[in-house]
Every structure is written in C-alpha cells, then in structure tokens.
C-alpha cells in the first residue's frame, strides 16, 4: 500500500501524483507501476517519473473513467500498487544520448535523464506536445541540466511541428524515447543512430502472465509488460 503524498494537476488533462512506499523494486529509468483502482477490474499501468528511497512520482492524463477516477484521490489516500515492473532503458548504449518524448511519454524520461546525468552523461531533450497549454515538465529538465527543446504541433509554443522538426543541430549518438505510435515511425524513418523504444500497450496483468500483450518481433515474442515495455531498435518489426 501506498500514501498519496501529492495529487494536483500541472498542465491540461494532466496530473502529477507523488506516492510514499516501498521503492527498492525501481532499478532502472522507465520500470512501471500497476495501480488497482475500486471498482475496476484491470490495473492501470502508469510509468515512473521520479524515484527515491521512499517517494515515487507519476504524471499521467485523464482519459478515461480509470484515470479520471485517480485524479479525484486526495492527499493521505491509500493505493494498492504493484511496483518495479517491466526492464527499462538500459544507459549503457549511449555517450551523447538524446531523449525524445511525447505528450505523456514524457514522465519516464525524466528519470531516464538524472541517471545518465549520475552516469557523466548529458543527454539533450525534446518534448513533443499538441498545443502550449499541454506542456509539462520542461523547466524540470532545464534544472537539471539538459538541454531542452518544446516542440507544438499547432505552433502555440516552441518549435512549430513535431519531434522530428526539433532534431537538426543536436549532437547526439543514441535515443531514448517514450510515446505515441505515430511518433515513433516519424523517429524510425528520421534518426540515423541506434536507440531503444518504450512502447505502450494496453495490459491485463502487468507481469507477464496473461499474455494480453504479446508482440512479434525479430526475435520471437515478447511480452511488453515483461520484456518490455523498452525494446531496442534492431529488434523490433515495424
């Protein structure tokens, strides 16, 4: 069981939650949680923004009945949470690693970006979102260090257009990124490099019992809850 320790929300549709427990299961940027709701039957599956020994912060958008239902909880609540679940980004690949994020694709990056920053790496950072008033998390990546590049589809805010549209200029020989389908076929047809991907798929269990969210790939089946949700570039069929 886990305390709301902070509830509120930070840009449109979009809030930030902060859960004290038990955080020993989260040993790499991109682990998720499996969060039990009353009255629904499925968990839902939420990405690790932030972790320390007793907090862990997620940010996640309204939705759906499930998700509209957590941004109603309030601060002392309790939460029956699974936890440390799925591989994760591996640090390892990279010297000058690039992030890309993608509307709530973003959170997990941003842990993903204070490990390479704990590794000596300085990873350079795009946000991709619809409209200025989605943007979250910006100034957080600024403070910590990265370089930092918004980009709006309709051109309300930073770079007009996509993540795509932001990369000339960047120095960098790996990506890391997390978000929407659509968004990692334009990465796909666009960065040169290798890179590693965290796919987003609908899950019954979460830990890799059910099957419910198999995908093919070049090496046979791999369940995105269990072997994933990050898979490498060279491994996946598009």
Request: proline share 8%; charged share 25%; net charge positive.
């Given at each position: 069981m886990y305390k709301i320790l902070l509830n509120e929300k930070i840009a449109k549709d979009v809030y930030?939650?902060?859960?004290?427990?038990d955080t020993s299961l989260i040993t790499a940027p991109g682990q998720f949680i499996n969060i039990k709701l009353d009255g629904k039957f499925l968990r839902r599956p939420v990405s690790v923004c932030d972790c320390d020994s007793k907090t862990l912060t997620i940010i996640y958008k309204v939705v759906g009945e499930g998700t509209e239902q957590m941004s109603l909880l309030e601060v002392g609540e309790e939460l029956d949470v699974l936890t440390g679940l799925g591989n994760g980004y591996d640090i390892s690949?990279?010297?000058?690693?690039?992030?890309?994020?993608?509307?709530?694709?973003?959170?997990?990056?941003?842990?993903?970006?204070?490990?390479?920053?704990?590794?000596?790496?300085?990873?350079s950072v795009i946000l991709g979102f619809n409209t200025k008033d989605e943007v979250f998390l910006e100034d957080e990546f600024k403070a910590l260090g990265c370089s930092v590049f918004v980009?709006?589809?309709?051109?309300?805010?930073?770079?007009?257009?996509?993540?795509t549209d932001a990369l000339s200029g960047i120095d960098y020989d790996y990506f890391y990124t997390c978000g929407p389908m659509p968004m990692f076929r334009a990465i796909e047809n666009t960065v040169n490099t290798s890179g590693q991907y965290s796919f987003e798929e609908r899950m019954g269990c979460g830990f890799g019992a059910c099957m419910g969210c198999s995908c093919k790939t070049k090496y046979g089946y791999k369940?995105?809850?269990?072997?994933?949700?990050?898979?490498?570039?060279?491994e996946i069929i598009w």
């Open positions: 930030k939650m902060v859960l004290e427990g690949k990279s010297k000058k690693p690039l992030l890309i994020g993608g509307g709530v694709g973003v959170p997990p990056l941003y842990y993903l970006a204070k490990k390479l920053l704990e590794s000596g790496q300085k990873p980009t709006t589809a309709d051109g309300s805010y930073g770079i007009k257009g996509f993540v369940r995105i809850c269990k072997d994933g949700p990050v898979l490498e570039r060279e």
